[in-house]
C-alpha cells in the first residue's frame, strides 16, 4: 500500500475535491497551517492510500492542475509506503 500526501494552499478547497476524486474513488482532506518562508498560511493535506501501482501518473497530474489553477510553485507530495490495508466486515 502506497499513502500519498499532497500539500497545498486551501484555496479552492471544492475544486481540488472534485479534481481528485476523478481519479481515486476515496482519499481524506485535512485542513491546517503551513508556513512557507516563515509566514503561516491556510493549508490542505490530501492524503490517499492505494495499491494502484500506476497512482504517480495520476498524482502529477492533480499537482500539475493544483499548480496552474492555484497559481502556486509547487505542491509537495509525500510517498510513503506501508503497511496500511483495507479490512472488510468479516475479512
Avoid: D
Avoid at 495520476?58 to 479490512?87: D, M, P, R, W, Y
Amino acid at each position: 500500500m502506497t499513502l500519498y500526501r499532497l500539500h497545498t494552499q486551501n484555496k479552492r478547497k471544492k475544486w481540488i475535491c472534485e479534481l481528485v476524486s476523478e481519479y481515486f474513488a476515496g482519499f481524506s482532506v485535512i485542513e491546517q497551517v503551513g508556513y512557507w518562508k516563515g509566514k503561516p498560511e491556510k493549508s490542505l493535506c490530501i492524503e490517499i492510500a492505494t495499491e494502484n501501482a500506476g497512482a504517480a501518473v495520476f498524482i502529477k497530474k492533480i499537482c500539475k492542475a493544483i499548480c496552474g489553477l492555484n497559481e502556486q510553485e509547487s505542491v509537495l507530495v509525500q510517498k510513503i509506503e506501508c503497511g496500511t490495508q483495507f479490512n472488510t466486515i468479516g475479512g
